[in-house]
């Protein structure tokens, strides 16, 4: 299977930036897309921004332009670079993975980031 443990959330002020990371162990060779979901209380988990084995990505309309995400094939692991952080970004940010030899998705633990205003 695929194990995916998140890092990087924290505590910043509106206009900040955070990076997330997202380790990932097992069969990681299978992974055709990866990225990032995130949810608010009370709402959905929503995808945020992903990235597919080309390295095609796919961005949320309400984080374009302000995150990035990234892969590093050599470390396992993927990034979201947060820019321009603003109040409505505060959420649990959880990594994603879709494996070709698995049915289900893969989610890590989760990653708390709160912007103040």
């Known amino acids: 299977q695929v194990q995916l443990v998140e890092s990087g959330g924290g505590l910043v002020q509106a206009g900040g930036s955070l990076r997330l990371a997202c380790a990932t162990t097992?069969?990681?060779?299978?992974?055709?897309?990866i990225g990032w979901y995130r949810q608010a209380p009370g709402k959905q988990r929503d995808m945020v921004a992903t990235i597919n084995s080309g390295g095609s990505t796919n961005y949320a309309d309400s984080v374009k332009g302000r995150f990035t995400v990234s892969r590093d094939n050599a470390k396992d692991t993927v990034y979201l670079q947060m820019t321009k952080l603003r109040p409505e970004d505060t959420a649990v940010y959880y990594c994603?993975?879709?494996?070709?030899?698995?049915?289900?998705?893969?989610w890590g633990q989760g990653a708390q980031v709160t912007v103040s205003s």
């Open positions: 994603y993975a879709r494996s070709s030899w698995y049915a289900e998705d893969f």
């Open positions: 097992g069969v990681t060779f299978t992974i055709v897309r």
